[in-house]
């Protein structure tokens, strides 16, 4: 939101008098005024526009200010609009009380001192105004660290690439030079050392295979998701002892998306590398499932479990590996959830069907 975009202000009233003294009062704050005489014709207009401000009379016919204000608050989108009542009967402290109870943030009393007036409502569509603006800096920062992201995974796709075709080519044709020479006369001890060297050479030719294919396995692009899934667990329950399986529904799994296997791909690495440092588990095991509803992927273990603030995802509680998998659950327009296993921890990211259902979804769309 721009810092200089209006507010908009419904002001309820079921007299056009007084509507229209309050549009008087409140027209030097240059916001956008928008009237409404009844309860009903407040709830469409709050349904259409982002309103930032509620300003009602209690008295009004079929529905009262209390009676709105309390179907106001039952909606989501507006637990945080600021409503103000306006009253010249209900004054008692028991009025007011009630008033507050169904959600309003002040309670001003007839006659109404213009200046008062347009303070109140002033600070409060301020407050909504840097609330937009921090909202939309959020998602700018959300969109920004998927990108990141996102170019993370394509330097480790080329990367994995030069490993695998410079490092990787040099090293076996070393190789293939070594085991050339065994075949011919060699001085007194020569043959192990050429051994030896061949060995150190098939180590180092292992060892760039293995980084190469952390960093991006060419399986995700060959034969897809589930190939690379599979040599994953193999590879991490190799390296960790942790008994590692991979549960699909509906069993013959069908191809996603490239941009949403790749990412898939990695939130199941950071979930289970997170298994692996912090949980002590001995079993885990990865769920995907796709049904209407769009794409489940769940990472479970036997853990120590987590505490209620990382369940929470409090600020501060998370680390990078499942903040990276929020992150990424976010811009594909998803969520990501932590749940106590009983014993260990479950963590869940659900995928909507749009995503899912779209080879053609860019970040843009989402």
């Known amino acids: 939101m721009d810092t200089h975009e209006k507010v908009d202000i419904l002001m309820v009233d079921d007299q056009p008098s007084k509507l229209l003294t309050y549009e008087v009062m409140l027209s030097e704050l240059s916001e956008n005024l928008i009237k409404a005489n009844s309860g009903r014709e407040a709830l469409e207009v709050l349904l259409k526009k982002d309103v930032g401000v509620v300003l009602m009379d209690?008295?009004?016919?079929?529905?009262?200010?209390?009676?709105?204000?309390?179907?106001?608050?039952?909606h989501p989108r507006f637990l945080r609009t600021a409503?103000?009542?306006?009253?010249a009967v209900h004054l008692t402290d028991l009025d007011r009380l009630k008033g507050y109870q169904r959600g309003a943030v002040d309670y001003i009393s007839v006659p109404v001192v213009p200046e008062l007036l347009r303070a109140k409502v002033s600070v409060f569509a301020e407050l909504h105004r840097r609330a937009r603006q921090l909202e939309a800096l959020n998602d700018e920062l959300r969109r920004l660290s998927y990108r990141l992201m996102t170019a993370q995974d394509?330097?480790?796709?080329?990367?994995?690439?030069?490993?695998?075709?410079?490092?990787?080519?040099?090293l076996a044709a070393a190789k293939m030079m070594l085991d050339g020479l065994l075949q011919m006369p060699l001085p007194r001890n020569g043959d192990r050392a050429v051994d030896e060297a061949s060995e150190i050479i098939d180590h180092a030719i292992q060892q760039v295979r293995s980084m190469s294919h952390l960093l991006h396995p060419p399986l995700l692009d060959e034969v897809g998701l589930l190939s690379a899934l599979r040599w994953f667990l193999a590879g991490m329950m190799e390296r960790s002892g942790i008994h590692t399986k991979l549960e699909l529904q509906p069993l013959d799994f069908p191809r996603l998306p490239p941009h949403l296997e790749r990412t898939v791909f990695r939130m199941v690495q950071e979930g289970l590398t997170n298994v692996f440092r912090h949980s002590q588990a001995q079993e885990a095991s990865v769920t995907l499932i796709q049904d209407a509803g769009g794409l489940l992927l769940r990472v479970r273990d036997n853990g120590k479990g987590v505490g209620e603030h990382t369940r929470q995802l409090r600020p501060g509680s998370i680390g990078i590996g499942i903040g990276g998998m929020r992150e990424r659950a976010r811009e594909l327009g998803g969520e990501l959830r932590i749940l106590n296993g009983n014993p260990g921890t479950i963590v869940e990211v659900v995928i909507p069907p749009k995503v899912v259902s779209s080879p053609a979804m860019t970040l843009a769309a989402i």
Do not use: N, T
């Open 58 to 74: 209690v008295s009004m016919p079929e529905m009262d200010g209390f009676e709105l204000a309390g179907v106001i608050r039952q």
């Open 83 to 87: 409503i103000i009542f306006i009253s």
């Open 154 to 170: 394509e330097e480790r796709r080329r990367f994995a690439r030069d490993l695998h075709d410079g490092i990787g080519q040099d």
